[in-house]
């Protein structure tokens, strides 16, 4: 579908306001589940709009929009930072901190692009509010909290959600990235990977260096469980399928001459299929109970640091939406692509229910930047930003409305 003259005129209409909100939000950034601020912003600017916005999960927003009798889609946009240190040089930059979850202080970024987001699904909520006429049916808009850490979709489902407010046929998303600005990118079927986050506390018996035979060495102990998770893939799993087993920290010790009594890892686990992901995880966990036994050391500790469920798009829901976004921007503006190893928790939102979900990519670089020698900075960098922001919301607001519209349209 194409939208409408009155829509398109709106989507104009509403730009220089999408870009200083999007200024807003960009400049103060919170971290995952502490979006106290943004999320009174965000309800702030949706009772304008006359709408009644609810809490959900501690910091999630949810608004209804119910437009007579019609479907009842959702929308959702994810609203949390990041702990990085901004170098953009933008006059807007964030200057925010944050504090960890381990008391650690930290600068605060939206170095993955969610206050495009944020601004994306407020002027969405701008454009079927003002423009009631052109549809009917129920639009809930979900403003999501901590998506980089697995935790909103799941506190937000878990705080009543679907209990609560209407269910929709389908759940729509989208999620900037160094595309080309204007353009937009789709996977069918599976979409993103599934990820695991592990915690490995590795504990054994704590001497002097100088009498290792007194110990059991957690360090060296780790370092033949770190070189054994390299097998996993290329030993364990069929060639035909796709996993990534990475370690990311190793942190042991504080002094050259103690072996210390503990020693701790976090790898972080991507694969695309259920059973592969299943078997990769008995994998890790055997390799690290065995090592263990075979050193004589205490059973190590392993946690679930989080966990980042599928992102399946539905197939035939993502072929409509192909089309619909065809005739909107254009068949050269709309590429079908091969699915990312990058995770998102969107697909909760979907499963919890059973209905299709249609996820997506839009771009936020210029021509000039993704043509140059050096390629741009991409998400989570502290240099990530898009250089072309009213073109980039445009296109993220008119893929949204093509969207919700081919389900509650007149």
């Known amino acids: 579908m194409s939208l409408n003259t009155e829509i398109g005129t709106a989507i104009t209409d509403t730009l220089a306001e999408a870009v200083a909100d999007y200024e807003d939000f960009h400049r103060s950034p919170e971290l995952s589940m502490q979006e106290i601020e943004t999320a009174k912003a965000i309800t702030d600017r949706l009772e304008a709009l006359g709408l009644v916005p609810q809490a959900f ?9 119910e437009n007579g009798e019609g479907p009842v889609v959702a929308y959702r946009a994810d609203t949390d930072g990041l702990p990085i240190a901004e170098d953009t040089g933008l006059p807007y930059s964030s200057t925010a901190e944050g504090v960890l979850p381990d008391g650690t202080r930290t600068p605060v970024m939206h170095g993955c692009g969610h206050d495009t987001h944020i601004t994306v699904g407020l002027h969405l909520a701008r454009v079927l509010t003002a423009h009631r006429e052109a549809w009917s049916g129920t639009v809930v808009l979900l403003f999501q909290p ?3 850490i697995a935790a909103g979709a799941k506190a937000m489902l878990e705080d009543g959600l679907w209990e609560t407010v209407a269910t929709p046929e389908v759940v729509y998303g989208q999620h900037v990235w160094p595309g080309r600005a204007g353009d937009i990118y789709v996977s069918s079927g599976t979409a993103m990977a599934m990820s695991d986050s592990l915690r490995v506390t590795v504990r054994g018996r704590q001497a002097h260096g100088s009498q290792p035979e007194n110990a059991i060495d957690p360090i060296v102990l780790g370092a033949f469980m770190i070189t054994r998770l390299q097998t996993v893939v290329s030993r364990e799993i069929s060639g035909r399928d796709a996993a990534v087993v990475t370690v990311g920290t190793f942190h042991g010790g504080l002094k050259e001459n103690i072996i210390p009594e503990t020693a701790e890892f976090t790898l972080n686990i991507r694969t695309f299929d ?26 190590p500790i392993v946690e679930e640091m989080h966990s ?10 993502t072929a409509d939406f192909v089309s619909a976004t065809e005739a909107e921007l254009g068949a050269g503006h709309v590429h079908v692509v091969p699915a990312v190893t990058g995770s998102e928790d969107v697909g909760a939102f979907a499963d919890a229910i059973g209905v299709p979900l249609v996820y997506w990519f839009f771009g936020g670089y210029s021509p000039a930047s993704l043509d140059g020698d050096e390629p741009p900075a991409g998400n989570h960098s502290p240099h990530f930003a898009p250089d072309d922001v009213p073109t980039t919301l445009e296109t993220g607001l008119r893929a949204a409305l093509t969207a919700v519209l081919s389900r509650v349209g007149k």
Do not use: K
Not at 282 to 298: H, N, T
């Open 308 to 317: 980042f469920p599928r992102c399946f798009n539905d197939p035939d829901a």
């Open 57 to 65: 999960g501690g910091t999630g927003v949810v608004a209804v929009i």
């Open 146 to 148: 901590g998506e980089e």
């Open 274 to 299: 259920e059973g592969v992901r299943a078997t990769v995880l008995d994998r890790v966990r055997r390799i690290i109970a065995a090592e263990a036994q075979a050193s004589g050391a205490p059973e």
